[in-house]
């Protein structure tokens, strides 16, 4: 955009007589353009093959997919906080990515404070979020919320009370080994016919009962099934518990490869046995010069010489010695 200023000043020397202001200097200068204004539903353009896949993906569809979960930290977080945020990544693993760097400019219910979490939406192709915070106003904060076009679309604020997952946990673990039985590669159905129910019913209660499974007629060819308790049933209150050691967890975790690990380049025949491929550059035959000094050469023309010479020896003999 240009812009001219012009200065004014009284003369009555004007050249016009008529005593107006005249013009003696006249300004002309360039501001800078004006920043055009933001767009909201604005679209990327892609030439690279795998990013025009990537704006595929992430473009509506009739059927959309999944959705995938954003898990952030605030400014300050407690230990009951991180270990909540934690526990929410391993129950949505694979559908959830969790950012373990705090953020001190994400305040979701203020005014401005949403833009750098609509910016990790977008980066991140999210549509649920959980952030959490902590603070003596609002302590062990989670902040629940959805997107939609990568804007906020709504909020549920909710606070963390009476968190307890470590001793349900290890209690859990040890009713599944005490319980186990016989470890199986196939199950036929038909004779399944007891089941254990264990239900928490508060941080520290566990409801344990033995049912019995019975089939009942249903009308269809689907029998209708019902639970018969048969007993025990009993209400366990986690007491003392000790955890194991990590060192000594991290050993008995260990588990053994299923499948060797596959070398590249080897394949496996029934006739031929191993087969392997190797990769060689290319060796431009076509620009490499070529000599006629070659000794084969040589040693053909020596034998054709001496052929030669035996020919002309045999029609000597006979012109000396004619019949």
């Known amino acids: 955009m240009r812009s001219i200023l012009f200065f004014g000043f009284p003369d009555s020397s004007c050249s016009s007589g008529s005593g107006c202001g005249c013009l003696p200097w006249v300004l002309d200068f360039e501001s800078p353009p004006a920043r055009p204004p933001a767009r909201t539903g604005w679209t990327v353009n892609s030439k690279d093959p795998s990013g025009k896949r990537e704006l595929e993906k992430r473009a509506p569809k009739l059927v959309e997919n999944g959705k995938k979960t954003l898990i952030l930290h605030g400014t300050k977080t407690s230990a009951v906080l991180n270990t909540v945020l934690t526990e929410i ?70 606070g963390v009370d009476n968190f307890s997952s470590e001793e349900l946990k290890h209690l859990k673990e040890v009713l599944l080994d005490l319980f186990r039985g016989e470890v199986v590669e196939n199950l036929n159905l038909a004779g399944v016919d007891r089941v254990f129910m264990c239900t928490a019913l508060s941080s520290t209660t566990v409801f344990m009962s033995h049912c019995a499974l019975r089939l009942k007629r249903s009308g269809t060819s689907v029998p209708r099934m019902e639970l018969v308790e048969v007993g025990p049933s009993m209400d366990l209150v986690v007491r003392r518990h000790r955890l194991p050691n990590e060192s000594l967890k991290k050993e008995a975790m260990k588990a053994a490869p299923d499948q060797p690990k596959k070398i590249k380049n080897v394949t496996s025949d029934v006739v031929q046995g191993k087969v392997g491929t190797i990769y060689i550059p290319d060796q431009q035959v076509g620009g490499m010069p070529l000599s006629n000094k070659v000794r084969g050469l040589k040693r053909e023309r020596r034998e054709a010489k001496k052929n030669n010479s035996g020919g002309a020896d045999q029609s000597k003999k006979r012109k000396a010695n004619p019949e």
């Open 89 to 158: 990544y391993h129950l949505k693993r694979g559908s959830a990515i969790k950012y373990s760097k705090k953020n001190d400019n994400i305040r979701p219910f203020e005014s401005g404070g949403e833009t750098s979490l609509e910016f990790f939406s977008l980066k991140t192709d999210c549509s649920l979020f959980v952030f959490g915070s902590h603070s003596k106003k609002r302590p062990n904060n989670l902040v629940l919320g959805r997107t939609y076009d990568n804007h906020i679309y709504d909020l549920v604020e909710v």
